[in-house]
C-alpha cells in the first residue's frame, strides 16, 4: 500500500493540504473553518470543504460522539474532493484527537489545545494516560499550546471581559492557522466586524484572539509549513469567485433558472435532514415573485408545488429520503399532468430514517421507478458543491422546456460541501424557453403536443381563452378529457415515455475524462465525483489505459453513452449503495457484463480505496504506458 | 345578486356523470351561479378538488381546474393561490377527502388562514369507492366495510374547525339552491379560509339520513337557519329557541307569545371561537346559515407584509446580487 | 387469421363455452351472472368469470358507458381465462348489444330483449336504426324476446306485484341460460330462497320469472345448443369445491395461515379500488383473534398493521397503485425493523390516479425499489382468482418464517374474477413455523439471527425476558442499539438483502409448461397466466417447440430461474406494462437477449393476440412437430 | 402512589442524548416514576413513537419500544392495542411529529377514543431537526426557517383535540416532575384516549418561551392549576379568577375577602366539550391539570361488543367454514 498516494507525500513541492479542525459542538469549529476557507479561496487557492456534525443537537462535551469537525482540503493545483488523509490536525480536545487520529499519517502535523487534554477529557475519550505526553505522538509533529489560556489572557489584555474567552478559542486558533498558512488577517477581521456589528463586544474579543494566535505562532517561531503556490487558475478577483456550499449552489441555480425563465418560482419543503438546508438558506430570498413556504409535511410541500406549477410559477420542492418516499403519489400525478416540477432529493443513508445524518446514493431506483404505474421523469444527479447550481439550472430548464416533472438527486456530502464557485461558471448556462401556449397557437387543447419535444403547451390562469381541466385520470390525447379507452391509454403511456426520452437529443453527450478507450472505464454519479476523478487520474499518471465517464443526466441517459461504454474492455460502476446504477445500466445494455464497486458505511468513497479497488481490475503488465499528460 | 352573466356559461360541455337523483347535481347548479354572481371572468377561478364523487365537480365547470389526488385539494390549492393571490380558488372536497387521508391539510389550511373556499360535500360516506363509511358515518351504520355496523364515532365537522380556529364557517342543506348559492358567494367575498358543509344526501349509499333536518316537512323543526343579528329563534310556530348552558348551548321552548330574554341573539364576529364551536355541537336542532366569520389576517396577507417589511438579508451577499439577482450594485 | 381458435370452432365437439351477459348496472347481471357461475359448477364444469363494471356508480340507464357485463367461460375441459370471443351474448338493451357486438365472431348467439331497444334506447347506444330488424345481424343466430313484458306476465300471473317485474327480468333471462345450458333449477331456486329468507315477496317473484323463463325456452323451442359433456377431472360433490372470486380467495388465504401459524391476524386497509373488495369482504370474519381495520388513510393502515406485528401479530394491509406509493415510507421501517407484515397490492392501470377500474402490472417496479435506501423484500404475485389463496398462505409463511415484509401483487382482473376453488388444494398447503423466540434462547436480543435463515428472532410484549426496542434507525447487528457505524451499516445491508435472497432456497422451483427445452419460452407473471397459457398450448399443439413459464415468486427468483431460461433459443416477457418484468430480468441475466411483449390498455391480453405474437417469433419451418400431447 | 417499585428499574442501559438542560431529562424521569407507580411489569408497557428529540424517549425506558417513522404513532399504537388490549400502550410525541405531518392519525385516534396515552413534548419548535418553527410556533418567532419571523398562527392543541372530542386532556409543565408524575398515572388509567400536553423547555433552540407559566417566580400570576370540584382561582393573593363570558371564559380580579359567587368551579367531566374548550382559549392565565376527563366507550370496547354481538355471517358458507375456518359443522 506504500505506493498509494497521501496527498501530498509523493509530490516534488507540497500544492495540496488537508486541515482538518475538531472539537465539541459549541467550539466554533464551523465558523472557524468558514473564515479559513474564505480566507484561502481569497488567496487563490482551490478549496473543497466538508464539516462533520454529530448526530446529536448538543452532545455532552468533551464526548467522542459529540465531536464536530471541519475538514479543508486546499490546493495550488486542482482537487476533487475534501481529502482523505489529514496532513494537519487542529483538536480542541482529547476526544477530536482519538476520532481523528486514524485519518492522520505518520509525520504529520497536529496542534492540540493543552486545555482540552485535563483528565475529564482523557476519559471521556477512553485515554488512560494523556496522549499528548505519553509518547503516543512521537511519530507526529506535535504543536501543543494552552489555547484556552493564552486566550482568556488575551482578551484581558485587549480589555475584554474574559468570560467570553471560551468562545474565542476557535478565533485563536484560526489565527495561528492563518500564520501557518501565510495568509493574511485582514479579510477575516473584515468580516468578524461585519458579522458582530450588533454586538462590538464580541467582534473585539474575536479579533483580539485572532491577532492572539497569529502574534502566537510568531512568537513561538512556529514556521510556515503550510505555504503553497498560488494556483494557477484561478481568478482571486473578489466578485468574480464565491464559497458555494451545495445547498447555496442549488438555491442560486434555482433563482438564476427562474430569472431567465421569467416565472415566478414557489418552493415548498418540509424539514428533513440533510435536505433542510436549502429550504432554511431559501428564506433570505423572498420577493414579489418568490414564495417559500413550510408546509405541514411533504405531501403538502409537494402538492402545493404542483399547484403552483399548474398555476403558472415554477414549482420546487427538496426532501430526502424518507421525505421522498412520501411523495410518490404526488409525483405520479405530476408525471400524469404533466406539469413543470422539480423535486431535489438529498440523499441519505437508508432504508428508513437509517442514518439521517450520512451520506448515500440510495434513492436513485426510487427516483427512476418508486411511483405507481408507468410513470417515467427527467433524474439528473450534481456531482460537486458547487455544480449543484448547473444541474439545479438545469433542472428546471428540462422542466420548463418539457413540461414535465424532474428529480435532481444530491447527497448529505454535495449538500454539507463547499467550494470555489466561479462567476463565470453563471455565464455558460444555457438560455431558458419556457414551453408556454402563445396565443397565436389556435383551439388550445391541455395535451397538445410540441411535435418535436412532443412537450404539451404550458398554459394557467388567468390565462384568456385556454381554460382547461386536468388531473390525475388518464386523459384523452391532445384534448385532455377523462378517457377510459384501452387504446388511447396505452398511447399516452408510450408518448409519457418517449415525451422524456426525446430529452436525450438536448443534453450534453456524456463525456470521458482520462482515457477515452482502453481497458476499464470507472463510470460514477453522483458526490462520487471527485474521488473517483482522483483515483482515475492517479492510475492514468502511472500509465494504466483507465477512463472515467460521470452520469449527470441519468434519465435519459445520454445518447452516446453506449458508444462510450463499447471503446472500454471492462467496465465498473461505483456507487454509495448497493449497486442501482449497475442494475439500471446492466438492464439498458444487455450485453455488457458491467462490474460494479460499492460501500454502504454512510460515508463517501476514500481515494485510496477506489485506486486499490481499480488496480486489482487492471492488468499489472499494462502499466506502466506513458500518456501525453503531465505527470 | 348580479344576473348578468347566465350562470349556463359556468358549465362545461362535459357530460355529468353523478347517480340520478344525487345532491350534487344541485350543488353543481348553485356552484356556478355563484360564480356568475359574483361576476368575475372565469380564467379567474380555480376549481381545485381531490378524489371522490364530488371531487368530479371540476370537471364540470367552465375554469381553470385541477382534479388532484385524494385529500390534497388544500395543500394545491394553497400553491395555486401563493403564485398568484388574484385568484379565487375554490376547494371541492368530500368528507373523506378532507377529513379521512386530508384531515392534515384541511385543517393546516384554515389554521393559516389562506384565502381559499372550501366546498366540502359531506355526505357521511364514501361514495365514489362504493359505499364504504367515512370519518362522519354515523354509530352503527352498516356500510360495505362495516356490514355488522360502524364502530367508529364520527367527527363533528364544525368543532374540529373551529378547534382550528376557522374564520368562515358555514353550514348549508345540499337541496337547498338558492341558501347554497348565497353562502357560496360569501364564503369567496370572505378574505381568509370558508370552510362552507353542505349535508349531501347521497341516494345510493346513504339516502335520507339528512332528511329529518333537510326535508321541507320535517327540518322546520328540526333545523335552525340562524342569521347574524337574530335571536336563535325556530320551530313552526318560533316558541323554540337556544339558551346558554354552562358554556355549551341547549334548545328550550316556551309557551308565551315572546321568546324569554335568555335566547342567544346570533353573532358570527365573536372573536373568541367558543361561541360558535357551542353552536356545532347542537345536534338537534342542527344549525345552519354563516356560523362564524371573523375577520383576520390571511396568509398571502401575511407574507406580503412580511416580504415588504424585510430588508435584504445580510446572507445575501454582494456576489449571488450581482450575478444570480441580476441586481446593479 | 383463420387458423386461429374460436374457443369452439375448431374443436369436434364443443368442450368450452364463453358466454356475455350486458345490460344496464340496476339490471341484475352480476347476480344472475353469480348463480349461473354456481350451477354451471354443480354441474361439474370448470368456470372461470369477470365482471365488468362501468366506472360510474350509477351510470344513466341505457348509456353505452353504463354498461355492466358479466362474462363466464364454461368448459367441461381445463380453461384457463374467462375467454376472448363471446359464443352467447345475452343483451338487455342497445348499448349492451353495440359494446359487445365486436367481440362475438360471426355465426354465435345473440339473445336480446326486444324491450331494450325502444326508440329512446337505440338513440343512447348511437343507433340509428333498430340492429335487432335492420340486418345488421343477420349472421348471427339471433333469438329475441319480450323479456320485459314477459317478466311482467309472468309475475301477474304467479300473482306477485308486477312492480318487481324490471327488477326481475333477470331471473327469466337465467332461465333461459339454464335451459340452453341444460342445467337444472333447483340449486338457483334454493339460493334465492335463502338470499331473500327475510322479503319472501321478492324470492318469490325471482322465482317465479326464472320458471318462467325455462318454461319459456321450452315453449319457444329453443335447443339445448350449449350442452356439455361433463368436466372428467371436476368433483361435483358440494363441500368439495367453491366458487372463489379473486378477493375472497385472498382472505381465505391470509386466515388459512392464519389458523395453521396460530398467530392472530390484524388487518387494515383503507378503500381504494380495486382493492376494497378484500376489506369488505373481510369485514364478515371478525373473532376473538381476528381483526378489521379501516383507517384513515393507506398509511394509518400500514402503520397501525406494523403497529400489530411488532404486537405479535400477523399484519396485513391491502391497497391499491396511489395507496401502495403513499405506504412506501411506513413498508421501509418494515424492511428495516424487520417485522412480518403483508402488503397486498392490487394492480390497477396507472399512473397517478390512472384507470382505476382497470386492470394493469405496472406496480412491479414499485413493489421492488420504491423506497427509500436499500430496502429489499419479498415480492410473490398470485396468477389466478383461485390462487390468490395459495399466494396470500405463502406471503404469511414466509413473512412469519423469515421475519420480513412481504408483497402480493394482484390486480383488478385477478380480484375480481372467480373460478372454482377445490377443497383439495387446501390441504396442500405447507406448514407454517413462524420464527418466535424460544424461552430456550438466552440472552435475546432482537437482531440475532437464525444462521441459516437470517432470519431474526421475533419476540413481542408482553414476553417476559425479551423486551427491546427497535425502529427505523440503522440498528447495530445482533443488538439492535441505534448505530452509525460505517461498517456495521454495509453489513447490515448486506443482510437484510442475504436474508431475503435466501428464500430461493425454501420455495417451489420454477416450473415450466408444455415444451421444456426448445425454441420460445414465454415468461409471464400474475394476471395473464390464462391467457398466455391458452395461447402457448394453441401453438405447442401445433407442433411448435414452445413453453411457458410463469413466475410466483419474484424476488426472490427461484433459483432454477438462469437453467431455465437457458433451455430456449428465445425468451420473450409478456406483461401488461412497459416492460416492467423485462426489465428486472435482463439486469439479473445480462448474457441474454429478452424480448418483450406488452399491452398497456387497461385490458387483459386475448389468446388471439398473443397467439399472433408469439408465431412472428416463432420459425415457421419448425412446425408442425407431433408432440406426445392429445391434441 | 406505589412506591415499592423504583422507577431506575424502568430505564434502559443507553446513554441518553439530550441536549444538556434539556426538560425532556425531567419528563424521561417522571415517565419513569410514573411506570413505576402503575406497578405492572415492565414487558406489559409498549412505548410507541415517531420522530424528534421527544421520540427518542422510548429507547431509554426498559419496556418494549417502537420507535416509528414521523407524525405515524398513533397509527401504530392503533394496532399495538388492537393485538392486545391488556397492553398498556403509550405515545411519545412532539409537536412538529403530532400535529404537522402527523395531524392525521392523532386526531383519528382520539376521534376512535382508542385506550393510549399520548405524551406530546410541545416544545413550539422542531427541535431535532435544528429549529425550523413548527406548527405550534408563535407568530414573528425567528428560527432557522423562518429567520425574518414566522407567518403561520399556531394551532392550540386543546381546542383542537377537544375539536375532535378527545375525553381526556391535560397540560402540564415540563419542569415539574410531580405533576408530570400523576398526571401521567391517570393518563394511564383513563379509559380511552389520553392526551397530556407537556409545556417543555427546548433550551437549544427556543428557550424560556413558557417561562412566564412555568417559571416559579412568574407561573403564580399566569399559571391556573385546576382541579375537579374545585374553583378557578389562581393568583399569589388567590384574588383572580375566571368567569362566563357568553360561551367563553374571561380572567377576572377582586379585592373583596370572598372570591365572587360567579367563578367558575372546574367540572372535568361536563359531557358537553364546549366548557373544556373554552379553558383551552385562555391563554393568560395558562390551564393547567386535567381539562376534560369522561367516559365514553373505546373503540376496543365497540370491537368487542361487537364480535360478541355479530352472528356469523351469511356470506361465510359452509365450505369456508369447514376448511378454512377448521369449524366442526
Ligand atoms: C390514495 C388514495 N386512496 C384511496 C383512494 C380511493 N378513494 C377515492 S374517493 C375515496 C373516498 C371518497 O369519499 P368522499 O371524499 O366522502 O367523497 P364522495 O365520493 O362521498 O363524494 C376513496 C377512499 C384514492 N383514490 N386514492
Ligand atoms: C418523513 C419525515 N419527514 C421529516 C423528517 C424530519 N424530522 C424529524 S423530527 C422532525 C420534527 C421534530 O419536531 P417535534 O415533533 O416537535 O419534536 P422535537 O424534536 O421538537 O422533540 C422532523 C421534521 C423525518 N424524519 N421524516
Ligand atoms: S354514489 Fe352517492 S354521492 Fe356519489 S354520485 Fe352517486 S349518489 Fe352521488
Ligand atoms: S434540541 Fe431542544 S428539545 Fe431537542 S434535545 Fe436539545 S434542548 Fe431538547
Ligand atoms: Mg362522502
Ligand atoms: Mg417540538
Known amino acids: 500500500m506504500s505506493q498509494l498516494p497521501s496527498n501530498s507525500a509523493k509530490e516534488p513541492s507540497i500544492t495540496r493540504i488537508v486541515l482538518h479542525i475538531a472539537g465539541d459542538s459549541g467550539d466554533g469549529i ?66 477530536a484527537l482519538k476520532k481523528a487520529l486514524p485519518d492522520i499519517p505518520e509525520g504529520k502535523i497536529i496542534l492540540a489545545d493543552e486545555d482540552g487534554f485535563n483528565p475529564s477529557n482523557l476519559k471521556k475519550a477512553g485515554y488512560s494516560s494523556n496522549p499528548l505526553v505519553d509518547g503516543t505522538l512521537d511519530n507526529y509533529q506535535l504543536i501543543t499550546a494552552p489555547i484556552s489560556k493564552l486566550t482568556r489572557q488575551a482578551l484581558l489584555q485587549a480589555g475584554v471581559q474574559s468570560k467570553l474567552a471560551q468562545r474565542s478559542r476557535n478565533m485563536f486558533v484560526l489565527g495561528m492557522i492563518l500564520w501557518m498558512f501565510d495568509l493574511s488577517l485582514e479579510e477575516t477581521i473584515a468580516q468578524l466586524q461585519q458579522r458582530f456589528k450588533d454586538v462590538p463586544e464580541i467582534a473585539q474579543a474575536n479579533i483580539a484572539a485572532l491577532k492572539a494566535g497569529w502574534n502566537y505562532a510568531e512568537t513561538v517561531e512556529l514556521l510556515h509549513p503550510l505555504q503553497l503556490p498560488p494556483h494557477n487558475n484561478e481568478n482571486t478577483n473578489a466578485g468574480q469567485y464565491t464559497i458555494a456550499h451545495g445547498y447555496e449552489a442549488c438555491v442560486w441555480g434555482l433563482l438564476a433558472a427562474h430569472k431567465e425563465a421569467k416565472r415566478p418560482l414557489f418552493f415548498a419543503s418540509y424539514p428533513i435532514t440533510p435536505s433542510s438546508d436549502i429550504l432554511q438558506y431559501f428564506g433570505n430570498f423572498l420577493s414579489e415573485d418568490v414564495e417559500v413556504f413550510q408546509a405541514e409535511d411533504e405531501i403538502a410541500a409537494i402538492s402545493s408545488a404542483i399547484g403552483a406549477s399548474f398555476a403558472g410559477a415554477i414549482g420546487v420542492t427538496s426532501t430526502s429520503g424518507p421525505g421522498f418516499a412520501l411523495k410518490s403519489e404526488a409525483l405520479g ?35 427512476l421507478y418508486g411511483r405507481n404505474g408507468e410513470a417515467p421523469l427527467i433524474v439528473l444527479a450534481a456531482s460537486t458543491p458547487a455544480n449543484c447550481l448547473d444541474y439545479a439550472y438545469w433542472a428546471v430548464k428540462l422542466a420548463l422546456e418539457h413540461i414535465t416533472p424532474v428529480v435532481l438527486l444530491i447527497d448529505a456530502y454535495l449538500i454539507m460541501g463547499a467550494q470555489r464557485l466561479e462567476a463565470s461558471a453563471l455565464k455558460k448556462l444555457p438560455p431558458i424557453i419556457p414551453h408556454i401556449a402563445s396565443d397565436d397557437i389556435a383551439n388550445y387543447a391541455p395535451y397538445k403536443r410540441n411535435p418535436n419535444t412532443l412537450a404539451r403547451y404550458w398554459a394557467y390562469p388567468p390565462m384568456k381563452g385556454k381554460m382547461h381541466r386536468i388531473g390525475g385520470l388518464e386523459k384523452e390525447d391532445v384534448t385532455g378529457h377523462v378517457s377510459y379507452d384501452p387504446e388511447n391509454h396505452h398511447k399516452m403511456v408510450q408518448l409519457r415515455r418517449q415525451k422524456v426520452e426525446h430529452v436525450r437529443q438536448v443534453i450534453p453527450p456524456l463525456q470521458t475524462e482520462f482515457a477515452d478507450t482502453g481497458e476499464l472505464l470507472v463510470i460514477g454519479w453522483g458526490s462520487t465525483y471527485g474521488s473517483i476523478k482522483a483515483a482515475v487520474q492517479y492510475l492514468y499518471d502511472k500509465g494504466h489505459a483507465i477512463g472515467h465517464a460521470h452520469l449527470h443526466f441519468i434519465h435519459p441517459l445520454p445518447k452516446n453513452t453506449e458508444q462510450i461504454l463499447r471503446k472500454f474492455d471492462k467496465i465498473v460502476v461505483c456507487e454509495l449503495n448497493d449497486g442501482q446504477l449497475h442494475r439500471v445500466l446492466q438492464a439498458e445494455f444487455p450485453g455488457m457484463k458491467l462490474r460494479k464497486y460499492n460501500k454502504i458505511q454512510g460515508i463517501p468513497f476514500k481515494e485510496r480505496e477506489l485506486i486499490e479497488a481499480f488496480q486489482k481490475m487492471l492488468t499489472p503488465e499494462h502499466s506502466p504506458i506513458q500518456h501525453n499528460s503531465s505527470s | 345578486m348580479s344576473r348578468t352573466v347566465d350562470y349556463k356559461a359556468f358549465l362545461s360541455d362535459q357530460d355529468v356523470r353523478w347517480c340520478p337523483g344525487c345532491d350534487d347535481y344541485i350543488i353543481l347548479r348553485a356552484f356556478a351561479r355563484a360564480l356568475a354572481a359574483l361576476g368575475l371572468p372565469p380564467e379567474r377561478h380555480v376549481v381545485v378538488s381531490g378524489i371522490g364523487c364530488a371531487s368530479r365537480l371540476p370537471y364540470y365547470v367552465n375554469t381553470y381546474g385541477l382534479h388532484g389526488i385524494h385529500g390534497r385539494a388544500p395543500a394545491i390549492a394553497t400553491g395555486v393561490k401563493m403564485v398568484n393571490p388574484d385568484l379565487y380558488v375554490w376547494v371541492i372536497t368530500g368528507d373523506g377527502d378532507a377529513l379521512a387521508i386530508g384531515t ?34 354515523r354509530l352503527d351504520l352498516k356500510t360495505r366495510s362495516s356490514p355488522q355496523g360502524n364502530i367508529q364515532p364520527p367527527f363533528h365537522i364544525g368543532s374540529l374547525v373551529l378547534g382550528a380556529d376557522v374564520s368562515f364557517y358555514a353550514r348549508v342543506p345540499g337541496n337547498d339552491l338558492n341558501a347554497m348559492t348565497q353562502v357560496f358567494v360569501e364564503a369567496a367575498r370572505h378574505k381568509g379560509t370558508s370552510v362552507v358543509e353542505i349535508l349531501q344526501n347521497c341516494p345510493v349509499f346513504n339516502d335520507g339520513v339528512f332528511h329529518p333536518v333537510t326535508d321541507k316537512n320535517t327540518a322546520v323543526e328540526h333545523a335552525l337557519w340562524i342569521e347574524h343579528g337574530r335571536p336563535l329563534i325556530y320551530g313552526k310556530d318560533r316558541k323554540q329557541g337556544i339558551v346558554r348552558d354552562g358554556c355549551g348551548l341547549r334548545p328550550i321552548h316556551w309557551e308565551s307569545e315572546q321568546p324569554p330574554s335568555e335566547v342567544v341573539v346570533h353573532d358570527e364576529k365573536v372573536d373568541n371561537p367558543a361561541y360558535a364551536f357551542a353552536l356545532t355541537q347542537l345536534s338537534d336542532p342542527t344549525v345552519f346559515g354563516i356560523i362564524r366569520r371573523i375577520r383576520r389576517p390571511t396568509y398571502e396577507e401575511r407574507s406580503r407584509a412580511l416580504k415588504q417589511k424585510v430588508a435584504q438579508s445580510a446572507v445575501v451577499h454582494d456576489f449571488i446580487r450581482k450575478t444570480i439577482l441580476q441586481e446593479n450594485l
Request: aromatic fraction near 8%; charge should be neutral; hydrophobic fraction near 40%.
Open chain 1, 333 to 367: 400525478l405530476a408525471v400524469m399532468t404533466e406539469l413543470p416540477l422539480v423535486l431535489i432529493d438529498a440523499q441519505r443513508a437508508g432504508p428508513s430514517t437509517g442514518m439521517p445524518t450520512k451520506t448515500e446514493q440510495s434513492d436513485l431506483l426510487q427516483a
Open chain 1, 30 to 95: 464551523q465558523f472557524a473553518g468558514k473564515q479559513l476557507t474564505i480566507a484561502s479561496a481569497q488567496r487563490g487557492y482551490a478549496v473543497i470543504t466538508m464539516p462533520n456534525f454529530p448526530a446529536e443537537i448538543r452532545a455532552p462535551k468533551g464526548s467522542l460522539y459529540g465531536v464536530s469537525g471541519f475538514q479543508m482540503h486546499v490546493g495550488s493545483t486542482d482537487i476533487y474532493t475534501p481529502g482523505d488523509a489529514i496532513d494537519v490536525l487542529v483538536a480542541f480536545n482529547a476526544a
Open chain 2, 104 to 137: 392534515n391539510h384541511f385543517l393546516h389550511a384554515i389554521r393559516r388562514n389562506i384565502d381559499i373556499n372550501i366546498l366540502l360535500f359531506n355526505n357521511e360516506i364514501y361514495g365514489l369507492t362504493k359505499g364504504q363509511f367515512s370519518p362522519t358515518s
